[in-house]
Nanobody
Framework: QVQLVESGGGLVQAGGSLRLSCAASGRSFSRNAMGWFRQAPEKERVFVATISWSGGRFAYADSLKGRFTISRDNAKNTVYLQMNSLKPEDTAVYYC???????????????????WGQGTQVTVSS
C-alpha cells in the first residue's frame, strides 16, 4: 500500500519555525517530482512548493519565497518543508503529494499529482 505520511505540524507563535516531513512508503518516489500544498479553512487547496526528483530544481508560491524551503532525501524517501518567520495567515492543513504521471520535472498544479498524504495541521498564533 502506497502511503505519504506528513508530520511535524503543530502550534507555533508568529515568527517561529516548523519543519514538516513527508515520509513515503510502499514505493519509491525518488524519480518523481514532489510537492507541498496547503488548505486553510473554507479555502481551496493551493500550491506551496515543489521539488524535482534530483532536488536540483524547485519552485515556490510567490508569497512564500524566502520563508519556506523544500528539500528531499531520496535515500529516506522523504520530503521536507522548512517554514520560517511563520505568520498567522500560514495557518492551514499542509499536504504533501507525489507526481508520478505528468512527466513534469517540477509540478505546481494540483492536477499533476496523483498521490496525496492525509495532511498535517499548522497553526500560527499571533
Amino acid at each position: 500500500q502506497v502511503q505519504l505520511v506528513e508530520s511535524g505540524g503543530g502550534l507555533v507563535q508568529a515568527g517561529g519555525s516548523l519543519r514538516l516531513s513527508c515520509a513515503a512508503s510502499g514505493r519509491s518516489f525518488s524519480r518523481n517530482a514532489m510537492g507541498w500544498f496547503r488548505q486553510a479553512p473554507e479555502k481551496e487547496r493551493v500550491f506551496v512548493a515543489t521539488i524535482s526528483w534530483s532536488g536540483g530544481r524547485f519552485a515556490y508560491a510567490d508569497s512564500l519565497k524566502g520563508r519556506f524551503t523544500i528539500s528531499r532525501d531520496n535515500a529516506k524517501n522523504t520530503v521536507y518543508l522548512q517554514m520560517n518567520s511563520l505568520k498567522p495567515e500560514d495557518t492551514a492543513v499542509y499536504y504533501c503529494a507525489a507526481d508520478t504521471s505528468s512527466g513534469n520535472i517540477i509540478a505546481t498544479e494540483k492536477d499533476d499529482y496523483d498521490y496525496w498524504g492525509q495532511g498535517t495541521q499548522v497553526t500560527v498564533s499571533s
